[in-house]
Every structure is written in C-alpha cells, then in structure tokens.
C-alpha cells in the first residue's frame, strides 16, 4: 500500500478546500441558516408537530442531508474531473499508486469535507431548535456512510463526465428532486397514497428516513431497512468503480 | 547488460479505432540517451504514455528494469520520471506544494534537501512559493520537469520538452540532461527539433505511423546514411558537363557556376582526387571548394519519406 500517495492526494484535495473556505463553508452554512428561517422559524411556526416532533427539529436531518449529498457528490466528481480537465492526471496515472489507493485519497477529502460541513450544519441547526439524538452511534452510522457513498458517486460521475455540464448534471438536476421529495421537509404520511408508494422509489428517503430515526425515533421506514439501502448503494458504487478500473474506462484508454 | 526498458510488440488501437501503434519493439540500454524523433501523430506520445502506465496497451508488453509495467506497475513507476508535452500545471499550487506532491505520489518520504536541490538545479529556487498561474511558459516547463526529477527516478521521459522553449532555457535544460546522464539516469525525449537529438542524443529512433522505422546509434547513422556533397565553384561558367566527365555524375547548378558532386564517406574511395584531376585536364577553372554534410533532418525526410 502507497500510504504516501494517499496521504499527499488526501492533503492535497484538503488544501484545495482550504483555498475555497468561503465558497465551501460559509456558503453552505448560510443557506441552510436561511431554510431555519424561512421553515423553522416563520412557516414552521405555524405547523403543528410531526410525530411529536417540533417542525423545525423534524426538518434538520433533511437538511444536513441535502448538504451532505450535494457536498460529498460536487466534492468527489470535482476531485477526480478537474485533473482530467486539465490534463494533470497523468500524473496520477503515471505514479505507482493502485486505483484502490487514488480512491481513498479522493473519496476520503470528499467525503472528510462532507462530513465536516454536516457537523458545522448541525451545530447551526442547534443554535435554531432543540435537538437530542436518540442512538449517536446509529446516527454516525447514516452520516458517514451517507457521505462514504455519495463521494463514490461523485467519484464515479467525475470520471464519467466528459465536459462541465455533465458534471454538474446529476448534482444539480437529479439530486435536489430527490432530496425534497424525499421527505426532507415532511414525513411521507402526509402525501397521498400513491405518491406515498411513488416515494418508496427514492433512495433518499431512505437515507432521510434512517437519519431522522437516529436523532427522533420516528421514520418513515423501518431505520433496519434504511440502514441496509446504504449498504446496498455503497455495494453498487463499489462494483461500478471495480469495473472502471478494470477497464480503465475514460481515464487510461 | 540487459535494457533497461524493453518494448515487444506493442501495439495500442484507441476506442475511435485508430491504431497508434503497430507492433512495435525498442530496447533502450540503461545510461544511453534516446531520442525519438517523428512528425505528428508518429505515435510518440502513445508509446511513452504506454510505458508510463497512463495509457493500457492493445498488445504487446513493456518492461523496465526487469519488471513488467502492467504487472508490476509499482516496481516500474516508481523508476520512471515523465515530463508530458502539455504544460500541465494545477494553476493554484505553489512550486513547492506541487513538486512535494510529486514526490509523495511516488510513494517517498518527503525529503526537503533534495526538493531544494532540483528546484535550483532549474533555476525555480526564488519562486518556490510562486503560484504557477503565475509563472511564465518556461518556468511552466521548468516545474514539469522538477516534479518529474523530485522522486529520483532512474528513466526519464521528456516528450518534446523544449517545445515553445526558448534558447537560454533550451541551453540550461540540455545542462540538466547532461548532469542526469552522467549520474546514470537513462533518459528518452522525442521531439521535433532534428538538430536536438542531433546534438544530445546517443541513439535516434525514428518513429512514423506507429512503427518504428530504424533505431541506430547517432554517429554510425549518419556516416552511413551520411552523404556528402562537393560543391565547385567556377570561374568561367560552363554551359554543359564536359564530355570526359561524365562518369562522375555532377550536376551543373548556378547558371553554370557552380558543379556539384554527391559522394558517400563510408566509401573506400570517394573519387575527390580523380575529379579534381579530370577537371583540371578539362581545363575548367576553380573558383573556389567546399563541402557539406548532409544533416539528420535530411536523413529523418529521407526515411519517413521512404515510409510513405
């Protein structure tokens, strides 16, 4: 194992987020300071409670989610597509480091950096609402998985895309639907019956959904069934990226 | 000795379906300095990113030090320095940053003296905390080939190193190349400048259409593909070649000024002394002699030519 290849790939995406703190921090904090706002404090004020939770506590995992997912995703495709763009990976490609280690160098900072934005959204959410989390352990559990997996995603789409509007296309048009629809807002009992089972088709919800259970025990699945959709996702990324680095597909042919 | 890189039948055909190379072999002796010359798209590039491991091969095998690059990429990277055609440089790094980076890619421990010492080897030593966004094209070039040089490897690469380079820096890069060498690194650059491998390199490879048309070493090349030429300039100009010279198939160039004589070195007579004889008992008048030998760019036009 190239433990120094990793170490200099891992610190060198670090730097790089170093170098963009406001856009990557601050930019994030403050949008979802906005959602505490307008939901929690102004609209959610006027909700009733969801399951016995208050409204602007029962939005926050949803909303930690919907960053995490969007960060972790531009992070890991950014990562791996901007040397591809600009053609500094054949450095990469031409040092004696295994797609195993180049991996772990980038999904690591991507998903690092995911989970550093979620903390410091939690501890701004906490500044808003009353928040207790019921199994810590459980909600590690979501976080870090959740931000494993989506930086493998990104990962994936980074070597995928081929110009800058395929890049940005799954995070910015698929991502987001998914994630409101997901029940970041709401808990699925209040749709309708068929866009109930409609939701069950979102992978996200399950995410959220396992997450909230983690902080509140209410969910709109069984957090088992959540907790087992993440390993299946991280399985399948997983498998993708096998089978690009076995055919070296978009990077070394 | 055995090569220290060694090429068997390589050949790559790209997803478009272009084939860029066709089976091509090439040993490379451990100390020598290589150069490949070949117009564009000769499949130069393909066949350094091949060895480097940026590029998987069609068929075909390469190994360097005795290690196959597929196999054993790790043993054969990490002896392996590239500096690409493409000034490819992350903008917002510094000098420094990015030459540690190298070296850590490669799998060694950070090692600051001896940063320090590529970095002024290139002259880059007072802008080692300069972002590379702003440094100049060949200050660019210059950081390429420390980043290529930071991990000590014992081949390198330079593809097309001294394109859009200018010639102080042309001058001191070949410096740098003359140090490697006598240090014991072997090192294989392509380029377009025939007078470069000219000067520099030990052997030349000539490479077109993705096969490598001759590999020879530099001198032995030119003496026998070598030819010289006489040239005679006269006093009087002639109209035609006179009878009883004939035989020696000039050519009357100049309005009839100036005769011209082809000879080859590696001949056991080169038939300088009977011409002159024969022209003096033609009585034609010399002006003035001299000759020329014709240079590896003429030798390079002659065998792609060839190729065509």
């Known amino acids: ?253 | 000795m055995a090569p220290i890189v060694s090429v068997s039948n390589l050949s790559k055909t790209y997803a478009s379906g272009f084939k860029a190379l066709k089976g091509v072999s090439l040993d490379i002796e451990q100390g020598e300095i290589l150069a490949l010359l070949g117009p564009n798209g000769a499949g130069k590039t393909t066949l350094i990113s091949i060895i480097c491991g940026i590029v998987n091969p069609s068929g075909g095998t390469v190994v360097v030090g005795g290690h196959d690059v597929v196999r054993d990429f790790r043993e054969t990277r990490s002896m392996i320095g590239l500096v690409p055609q493409e000034l490819t440089t992350d903008a917002f790094e510094t000098v420094w940053n990015t030459v540690t980076f190298s070296r850590g890619l490669h799998g060694k421990k950070p090692n600051p003296a001896h940063i320090e010492k590529v970095l002024k080897d290139l002259s880059l030593w007072d802008k080692k905390d300069n972002m590379l966004r702003e440094l100049s094209g060949g200050m660019k070039r210059r950081v390429l080939i420390a980043k290529a040089l930071s991990h000590e490897p014992r081949v390198l690469f330079l593809d097309e190193p001294t394109a859009g380079v200018d010639v102080s820096l042309r001058k001191s890069m070949w410096e740098v190349v003359e140090r490697l060498r006598a240090s014991g690194v072997t090192i294989i650059l392509t380029t377009h400048y025939i007078e470069e491998a000219e000067e520099i390199a030990d052997r030349i490879g000539v490479i077109n259409g993705g096969e490598i048309l001759l590999v020879e070493d530099k001198t032995a090349l030119m003496s026998k593909l070598g030819r010289k030429q006489l040239r005679v300039d006269l006093s009087h100009p002639l109209e035609a070649v006179p009878e009883t010279l004939s035989t020696y198939n000039l050519t009357l160039e100049g309005d009839g000024h100036c005769l011209i004589y082809d000879y080859d070195t590696s001949a056991e007579r080169t038939g300088i002394t009977s011409l002159l004889a024969a022209l003096a008992e033609a009585g034609v008048r010399l002006k003035d002699i001299s000759t020329r030998q014709s240079s590896l760019e003429d030798i390079f036009v002659e065998i792609v030519g060839a190729g065509r």
């Not at chain 1, 790089?16 to 994030?28: F, G, I, N």
């Not at chain 1, 959220?208 to 993440?230: L, Q």
């Open chain 1, 1 to 253: 194992m190239n433990i120094e290849a990793i170490k200099s790939i891992y610190f060198f995406e670090m730097a790089r987020t170093r170098r963009t703190l406001l856009q990557s921090v601050v930019s994030p904090v403050i949008s979802t300071s906005l959602y505490f706002i307008v939901f929690g404090a102004a609209i959610g004020a006027r909700i009733q409670e969801i399951d016995g939770v208050s409204y602007g506590a029962f939005i926050t995992p949803g909303l930690i989610m919907l960053t995490l997912l969007t960060q972790c995703i531009g992070n890991g495709s950014f990562g791996i597509y901007f040397p591809k763009f600009t053609g500094t990976i054949y450095e990469v490609l031409s040092s004696p480091v295994s797609m195993v280690e180049i991996v772990l160098g980038y999904v690591g900072a991507a998903a690092t950096k995911g989970v550093m934005i979620g903390t410091i959204i939690l501890l701004t959410a906490s500044l808003f609402v009353d928040l207790s989390i019921a199994h810590p352990l459980a909600m590690i559990f979501f976080f870090v998985l959740t931000a494993v997996s989506f930086s493998l995603f990104g990962f994936i789409i980074g070597i995928w895309a081929k110009d800058f509007e395929q890049l940005n296309l799954i995070p910015m048009l698929v991502i987001p639907p998914l994630v409101f629809l997901g029940g970041s807002f709401y808990s699925i009992d209040m749709l309708p019956p068929f866009w109930q089972a409609v939701s069950h088709f979102n992978p996200v919800l399950y995410l959220i959904s396992g997450f909230r259970w983690s902080f509140f025990e209410v969910s709109d699945v069984n957090p088992v069934v959540s907790a087992a959709m993440i390993v299946v996702f991280l399985t399948i990324c997983l498998s993708v990226l096998a089978w690009i680095f076995r055919t070296g597909y978009r990077l070394r042919n």
